[in-house]
């Protein structure tokens, strides 16, 4: 009997350690909000670590529509124009050395993207399609 004893004492010794240490594993995060108060919770480091090898960027093959290729305070303004008109739309600004270029779209196959330059060839007559490095489209899990 004194041997049960010991033994489930020694289990009990064993598995409330492993609690501590896992407990101060864990990185503590507060955010503050002002108008509402806090939020606060403890993230176990092992969640974080799987979080950050699968936090990979996304982006696949795919095209975009170039629909500006100029400076950039013009290019800054086209874009301006093009939102206010078409609100919603998503339209990337890089550099294309000397120049700046406006990109439309994130469209997965050619024929996509074709169905989409119809429509932006209507208003601007010299839009082409390019490939480029596209974000996938992204899925609203809604109840």
Known sequence: MLNLRLYVSAVLFCFCAQMRAQITENTEVTYPNPSIGSVHWQVPNKVQQVDYKNRKLTTQSGYRLQI?????????????????????????LSQNIPDHVL???NYLSKSEAREALKEVRKEIPS???VDDMVEP???????
């Open 103 to 105: 990109r439309l779209g």
């Open 127 to 129: 839009a082409f399609i």
């Open 68 to 92: 500006f290729i100029g400076p950039l305070d013009q290019a800054k303004k086209f874009r301006q124009d093009y939102i206010a008109a078409h609100p919603g739309s998503l339209i990337y």
């Open 137 to 143: 489209p992204r899925i609203d899990l809604k109840d």
